[in-house]
């Protein structure tokens, strides 16, 4: 196999390794979102966008996902223009839109609407003997005008029904 060929070929298995993860989100299924992250990694990050601050190590990480597991009800994720560079042999920077949808845990007699989001969101991936695996990841909004028009209406919606 050429370099060439080697490189494109570790740019499909990085940019199936993403869709894998973010396919993980319909289930909620966090425990093998984890195992996709380098777990000798003493540090990950991750920064969700709806996260004040960035969560970094394990502790911080799996209570974001525990307490995720309450105040959803359902997630869905799809991703789209998935950009893979090889900054070495066995680290990857990936970047990629995201497009989320989500319903909020609450009564059942309460109609809920899914909330959405569009992100941006760059990763860094360890090439690790059983595949690559994430230590870093950010989600930035790709449109904060749209996310501060969707808050404003939710506000007129809940006060026009006082």
């Not at 992250?37 to 969560?55: S, T």
């Amino acid at each position: 196999m050429t370099a060439n060929a080697a490189d494109t070929a570790g740019k499909a298995e990085i940019v199936a390794l993403v869709e894998r993860y973010v396919g993980y989100s319909e289930g909620m299924n966090f425990a093998a979102k984890r195992a996709l992250w380098d777990g000798d990694e003493p540090a990950p990050l991750l920064m969700p966008e709806e996260a004040p601050a960035p969560l970094i190590g394990w502790p911080a990480i799996d209570a974001y996902w525990a307490k995720s597991r309450v105040v959803m009800e359902t997630l869905k994720s799809r991703t789209a223009n998935h950009r893979v560079r090889l900054m070495s042999p066995d680290i990857a920077l990936v970047t990629y839109d995201m497009r989320w949808v989500a319903t909020l845990a609450g009564p059942k007699d309460v109609p809920r609407k899914p909330i959405a989001a569009d992100v941006r969101v760059t990763a860094l991936l360890r090439k690790k003997p059983d595949g690559w695996r994430y230590f870093h990841l950010m989600e930035g909004p790709i449109d904060l005008a749209g996310m501060t028009r969707l808050a404003m209406q939710a506000v007129a919606d809940t006060l026009s029904r006082r």
